[in-house]
Nanobody
Framework: QVQLVESGGGLVQPGGSLRLSCAAS????????MGWYRQAPGKGREWVAS??????NYATSVKDRFTISRDNAKNTVYLQMNSLKPEDTAVYYC????????WGQGTQVTVSS
């Protein structure tokens, strides 16, 4: 079992920045992939970014604006979000994959003037 606790969401103006954090506990030694997804109102959940064995991948819509990173000592994955746009408004979910897939509780990000 893996438990995930997210933090860092909030309200920001267009062009601003936020950093999301997701702290993992439990069976963390078996984590293969850590990532972030988001779900905007009225839309399905979409993949945003992931990191595995130090390699990172990003959705086209966030590439060059968002950066995913992992602190193994703190068992935490981060999502640094820069140049935020109104269309980035969504609930952001942390995801961890071992032999199973685990989800955080979600954190709201609202980009609005």
């Amino acid at each position: 079992q893996v438990q995930l606790v997210e933090s860092g969401g909030g309200l920001v103006q267009p062009g601003g920045s936020l950093r999301l954090s997701c702290a993992a506990s439990g069976s963390i030694s078996s984590i293969n992939v850590m990532g972030w997804y988001r779900q905007a109102p009225g839309k399905g959940r979409e993949w945003v970014a992931s990191i595995t064995s130090g390699r990172t991948n990003y959705a086209t819509s966030v590439k060059d604006r968002f950066t995913i990173s992992r602190d193994n000592a703190k068992n935490t994955v981060y999502l640094q979000m820069n140049s935020l746009k109104p269309e980035d408004t969504a609930v952001y979910y942390c995801n961890v994959v071992t032999t199973l897939s685990y989800w955080g509780q979600g954190t709201q990000v609202t980009v609005s003037s």
